[in-house]
Structure formats: C-alpha cells, structure tokens
C-alpha cells in the first residue's frame, strides 16, 4: 500500500520543497506580526514605545500596563479599568450561548424527528434570519427592550443574542440531527421515552460535536460582538468590547500605548480560551456504533 | 379472533393508498412471515402494528385490544429494527434495561432481568460495553436482548439479519428459529428473503403491491402458490414457468409444450379437471427440482412424466447440478443429483414429477384450482 501512494503522489523535488516552506514561512510571520506587536509593546513602558522602536523587543520588562489595564485605566469617566466590564461581558455570553445552543438543539430535534406540516417552510424562515443585518433590527430591538423593561440591563443584551443566534444554532443542529438514525427514536418510543426524555437521554449526549461547534460559534459572536453593546447597553453594562473603545478613546492627557494593546489581548483572550480548550472535543466519531457500521 | 388481528387495514399516504385491505389474524405462539420485495408494504405493515405509522383505516386488535392510536409503548410489543438501533451512549447493559426504566420497573427488578436475558443470549461478558465495540452479531444479540426483556405480548422483526454476512445470517437465523421454539412467543418477522421465510414461519405472508398475495403454511405456498408472483418469488432457483396448452389423450389432461427442436412432449396432468381447459393456452409452472434425470426422480411419486430435450448449459454446484434447456421457447431449469451424467449439447431423457406442477390462467396469471 505505501508504495501505491507514493507512486501517486505528486512528486516534489527537494528546491520546490524548500520554496514551498519558505513561502508559507513567511506568510505565518506576516499573520503573526501583528499579535507580536501588542505582546512586546504591552510589556514595555510607554517611553519606549514614544521612542519609536515599535519592533523592537522590551528592554525593560513590565506587566504594569497589564494590571493598569485590567484594575485602574480611565474608562469614560471612571478609572475602573477593564475588570467589572470584562464580568459584563461574561455575565451576558454565558447564558446567551447556554440557551441559544440548548434552543437551536430542540428546534433542530422538532424538525427533523417530529415533523410537522410547513417544518420545511419554518426552517427557512429561520435560515433567513442568519442573513438579516445586525442594523436593521437596531431600532425595532430597542423598542421591545423598552417594552420589557430591559433596556441598558445585561439580561436585554443577552437576551437581543439569543434572538439572534437562534437561527444559526438551529441551523447547526438541524444539519446534524438530520442524519441521525430515525430508527434509534422509534426504538425508543417504543421502549416509552417521552419527547423530552428521547432529547434529554438519546439525542443530547450523541450531540457533542455539534454542541461544540455551536459554543464556539456562539460565544466568539457574541464576545465580540460591539454595536448591539455599543446600542443597548448604558454605562454599567457594557461589555468588554465598548470598554475596550472607551479605554482607547478616553482623552486624559498621553495616550498609554502599552495600556491599550495589554487591554485589546485581555479582550481576545477568551475567546482564544474557548477555541482551544473546546476544541480538543471537536471530535467525530461519537455515533459509531449506534447503527450499522 | 386471534392473538394479534389485522382486520382491513388500509395506509394511505394523501390519496396513494400503499396498502390494501390487509385482512391476518396471528395465533398465540405463531410466527408470521411478511415477505415481499421492497416496496411491498410488509415494513408499512409492520410499523402499523407496531403503532410508528397510524392506521388509515381499519383495525390492529392485539388479545381482542384495538390498538388504533395507542401509543407504542402502550401496546406491549417490542421491536428489532434492521438497524439494531442501539443507542450509542448507553451500554449494552442500559441499552437492555431503558425500556423498562421508561416503565418505572424498580432498578433490582432490572437488573434481574438484564442478567437473565444475557444469559440467554449469552452476552453477559458485553454488559459494560458500547455498542461502537461490538460486532455485528453480538450487536444483533443485544438488540434481540432490549426486546426479549421486556417480555411482549407480541414481538416485531424489521429485517434484523439484513446487515450479517452471509455465514453469521444462517447462524443468525438458526438461533432465533430455536428462541421461539423455546420461548414460545408470537413473533410478526418482516423479510425480503424467501429462505428466510420458508426456515423460520409457521406461516408466510407473501406481499406485492400494497396486497397479500397468499397467506399461508411454507408448504403451502411453495406447492400450491396462489399466481405466479408468488410462485417465481418463493424458491431458489424460482419456479419455471412456460407457455403450454392443453390436450386431452386417452381421457386424460396433458400439457403440449415445446422443446428445442420445435417438437411437441405431452406430459400429462394429475388434476383430471383440467380436461375442462382442453385446447387452451395456459402457463404451466414446474419447480427446478422436480426436473430430474430418470434415476433421480422421486419414487413415491405416482406421476413421472419422460421427455427428450436437449441440454443447454450444466452448472455444477457442488451439492446439486442445474442443468438449462429450451422448453416452450423459455429457458428452463432442472436440478439434478451432483452426479448425474450431464453434458452440455446432449440430447438428455428427463424425468418431470408431474405431480407436483401447477398450471396458471395466462390471463389472470392465477393457479387454476384443480
């Protein structure tokens, strides 16, 4: 067999070889430049960086800017720092990532294992709402919030997420109950298992891989997400991303270079978390074995 | 009234009527066969008695209970899909005991019969395994195990040996002949695989169409087939059937039929009333076997018939020997003993057990009823 493959790969001679890795080499660093540039300059004192020297690597080491950053940089009016906006943050994505999956799992199980007159129809009602412009609903969703008595509240702003994370989660599950085995549910009608409990016993925990997927996506949208924050937030529930602008915006006096790229890190950090701690799940292969294979 | 009655059920799909008018009533202890080629109806059937396709109209009674919009699990019937189905998070001890945890059934009184199922089926060293570890056969088992525990009223097999290969199938199929020998259960078994059938029933449905065809003892079926659809699907190599006509010689009926050199044989008919069809065209229909070399043919027999004809093709097979000829313009098939003395392009004398050949309408393709 190993020698079948080789004889039909392509053949690459040891210069091709060489240019190829060179290329990509340097198109990794390219994409790495810029993530170096906020690491060497947020562990350097501002005066370096006012000195020009960009490039450089810091010559005298800090986390200063870091813990300025997090607990006591300007922030609009109040020099709170990051810290209670980054719990902001947190305090929305969790549970609008938590029921948006758990909702998208339970319309993708109705419509692919209860099906029901214009399911198909519905299905793509909500498909359209994956495309709809996050500025069209501004102002209609500012309205409803008033309604609700949500308005500037973390709860509104979690809750404007699930509304419009419900499409694209109940795409996913959709997607993948749809080739889930029928039978494995019938099997279980007939062994009794109700609606939910066929969701909660057989379909959830065969659901992993998707589950992922759908959290990743989730909670980077929403993470970073910044006009619905900018739009319904008010002062004490911004999320991280407003308080990141507000940070780099605020005009008192110097403008703290190294404080700023410390903030922009602290502000991608979890969802670089999420990827790759979530990821290890990403596996395939949690069905085998429930059907013929 | 039976143990399990299927009183003119009718599905319809919108206004495409799949099955028609499906009239079986299954006796305690019986095992029904549906068999037919896909398409058939025999699953729809199935699934409706299982209550996972709704009635159209008609009535499933299972002990003298209509069954009409109970809900499966109501209806104490268990199922084996084709797919064995087993929920691949659970292991093969779970898989067994959720129907009865669905039912409230105490976890000791599970677990009892957990282990007594595994010792019958002899998988108690799977127990703590997922399904993703098990072959094919012992997945087989398992799913057999979640139905058996359960102890139904009547058990329902969706083509459960469909995905064995071909050595585990007989095994297969073996065991579950000697399971309802021993447990004595009604079993309603869903095949397209006539062995299958004829091995394991009491009794078969043979379906085409959306219709029972001939429902009936295997011998039944197999000798005395209701038309020729159900003569061809039963029985491998399939029943020949050939243009013939009928004479009257000597008072007695006879089938006129051609051979390869466009002369006649006359074989004659055991059914004397079929003097009545005299100088028609009908089709006659003689099983493979009871085509045979004069020293093979059956002995207790009171009606051998003799004709030359010419051998196309011989085929050995080991344990037998088709052998093919040109008989009223069709290729025919016997099969012979593996050490007849068979050549290709010999002109041969055949001996054809007449006794056991039907004739059919050419033009309702039914048997004409001797």
């Known amino acids: 067999m190993a020698q079948a493959t080789q004889d039909t790969a392509i053949r690459t001679g040891r210069i091709t070889r060489t240019l190829i890795y060179l290329v990509l080499l340097l198109f990794s660093l390219f994409y790495l430049l810029p993530l170096y540039v906020m690491l060497a300059n947020s562990l350097k004192p501002l005066e370096e960086i006012t000195g020009?020297?960009?490039?450089?690597?810091?010559?005298?080491?800090?986390?200063?800017?870091?813990?300025?950053?997090?607990?006591?940089?300007?922030?609009?009016?109040?020099?709170t720092g990051l810290r209670p906006y980054f719990w902001n943050s947190i305090k929305m994505v969790v549970?609008?990532?938590?029921?948006?999956?758990?909702?998208?799992?339970?319309?993708?199980?109705?419509?692919?294992?209860?099906?029901?007159?214009?399911?198909?129809?519905?299905?793509?009602?909500?498909?359209?709402?994956?495309?709809?412009?996050?500025?069209?609903?501004?102002?209609?969703?500012?309205?409803?919030?008033?309604?609700?008595?949500?308005?500037?509240?973390?709860?509104?702003l979690a809750l404007v997420h699930v509304v419009y994370g419900i499409g694209f989660t109940t795409l996913y599950f959709r997607n993948y109950y749809a080739v889930f085995p029928t039978?494995?549910?019938?099997?279980?009608?007939?062994?009794?298992?109700?609606?939910?409990?066929?969701?909660?016993?057989?379909?959830?925990?065969?659901?992993?891989?998707?589950a992922v997927v759908s959290i990743i996506w989730q909670f980077t949208n929403i993470w970073n997400d910044f006009l619905f924050g900018a739009s319904f937030a008010d002062a004490n529930s911004q999320p991280m991303t407003v308080a990141?602008?507000?940070?780099?915006?605020?005009?008192?006096?110097?403008?703290?270079?190294?404080?700023?790229?410390?903030?922009?890190?602290?502000?991608?950090?979890?969802?670089?978390?999420?990827?790759?701690?979530?990821?290890?799940?990403?596996?395939?292969?949690?069905?085998?074995?429930?059907?013929?294979? | 009234m039976g143990f399990l009655d299927i009183d003119n059920a009718t599905k319809s799909y919108g206004s495409v009527e799949v099955l028609h008018k499906v009239d079986i009533s299954v006796e305690e202890g019986e095992f029904l066969v549906l068999v037919g080629p896909s398409g058939c109806g025999k699953s729809t059937l199935l699934n409706m008695i299982a209550g996972l396709e709704e009635i159209t109209s008609g009535e499933v009674r299972i002990k003298d209970k209509v069954m009409n919009g109970v809900h499966p699990s109501n209806r104490n019937i268990a199922m084996v899909f084709q797919s064995y189905a087993l929920y691949p998070n659970m292991t093969v001890g779970q898989n067994i005991t959720f129907g009865l945890e669905m039912?409230?059934?105490?976890?000791?009184?599970?677990?009892?019969?957990?282990?007594?199922?595994?010792?019958?089926?002899?998988?108690e060293q799977l127990l703590d395994r997922k399904p993703g570890q098990l072959s094919g056969g012992q997945r087989q088992r398992v799913a057999m195990g979640r139905a058996l525990v359960r102890e139904p009223d009547v058990f329902l097999f969706d083509e459960p040996l469909s995905n064995l290969d071909a050595k585990l199938r007989v095994d297969m199929r073996t065991e579950?002949?000697?399971?309802?020998?021993?447990?004595?259960?009604?079993?309603?078994?869903?095949?397209?695989?006539?062995?299958?059938?004829?091995?394991?029933?009491?009794?078969?449905?043979?379906?085409?169409?959306?219709?029972?065809?001939?429902?009936?003892?295997?011998?039944?079926?197999?000798?005395?087939?209701?038309?020729?659809?159900?003569?061809?699907?039963?029985?491998?190599?399939?029943?020949?059937?050939?243009?013939?006509?009928?004479?009257?010689?000597?008072?007695?009926?006879?089938?006129?039929?051609?051979?390869?050199?466009?002369?006649?044989?006359?074989?004659?008919?055991?059914?004397?009333?079929?003097?009545?069809?005299?100088?028609?065209?009908?089709?006659?229909?003689?099983?493979?076997?009871?085509?045979?070399?004069?020293?093979?043919?059956?002995?207790?027999?009171?009606?051998?018939?003799?004709?030359?004809?010419?051998?196309?093709?011989?085929?050995?097979?080991?344990?037998?020997?088709?052998?093919?000829?040109?008989?009223?313009?069709?290729?025919?098939?016997?099969?012979?003993?593996?050490?007849?003395?068979?050549?290709?392009?010999?002109?041969f004398n055949f001996a054809v057990n007449m006794e056991k050949a039907v004739a059919f309408d050419p033009e309702s393709e039914m048997r004409i009823v001797p």
């Open chain 1, 95 to 156: 549970p609008a990532v938590i029921v948006s999956t758990v909702l998208g799992a339970l319309n993708g199980y109705v419509l692919t294992k209860w099906r029901f007159k214009y399911d198909t129809i519905l299905f793509g009602l909500m498909l359209f709402a994956c495309f709809i412009p996050f500025q069209i609903v501004l102002i209609p969703m500012a309205r409803m919030l008033g309604l609700m008595g949500l308005a500037g509240t973390t709860w509104g």
């Open chain 2, 103 to 123: 039912h409230g059934v105490p976890k000791a009184d599970r677990d009892k019969a957990m282990i007594e199922v595994a010792r019958l089926l002899q998988i």
């Open chain 1, 52 to 79: 020009g020297g960009m490039m450089n690597l810091p010559q005298v080491f800090t986390v200063e800017p870091w813990i300025k950053a997090w607990s006591s940089a300007q922030i609009g009016v109040e020099p």
């Open chain 1, 244 to 293: 990141l602008n507000n940070l780099v915006q605020s005009s008192t006096g110097v403008k703290e270079y190294n404080v700023h790229f410390a903030g922009a890190i602290l502000a991608a950090l979890p969802t670089l978390l999420v990827y790759i701690v979530a990821g290890r799940y990403f596996v395939r292969g949690l069905m085998a074995g429930s059907v013929k294979g």
């Open chain 1, 183 to 210: 039978e494995l549910i019938r099997a279980a009608q007939i062994d009794g298992a109700g609606f939910f409990q066929i969701f909660w016993r057989i379909l959830l925990p065969s659901s992993g891989p998707i």
């Open chain 2, 176 to 347: 579950i002949k000697k399971l309802h020998q021993n447990l004595g259960t009604t079993i309603v078994y869903v095949t397209h695989d006539q062995i299958e059938a004829m091995t394991l029933s009491s009794r078969i449905a043979v379906m085409n169409g959306g219709y029972v065809q001939q429902l009936g003892t295997p011998q039944d079926i197999y000798d005395t087939p209701a038309n020729i659809f159900v003569a061809t699907f039963m029985g491998s190599p399939a029943m020949n059937v050939l243009p013939a006509r009928v004479e009257v010689l000597n008072g007695r009926p006879h089938a006129e039929v051609v051979l390869h050199d466009g002369s006649t044989a006359h074989l004659p008919f055991s059914q004397d009333n079929l003097a009545t069809w005299a100088g028609r065209d009908i089709l006659l229909g003689v099983r493979p076997e009871t085509i045979t070399d004069m020293d093979g043919a059956d002995r207790k027999s009171s009606n051998i018939a003799n004709m030359t004809n010419r051998i196309v093709v011989t085929e050995p097979a080991g344990s037998d020997t088709f052998v093919s000829m040109q008989l009223g313009g069709r290729d025919v098939i016997a099969r012979m003993r593996s050490d007849a003395e068979v050549a290709a392009g010999q002109d």
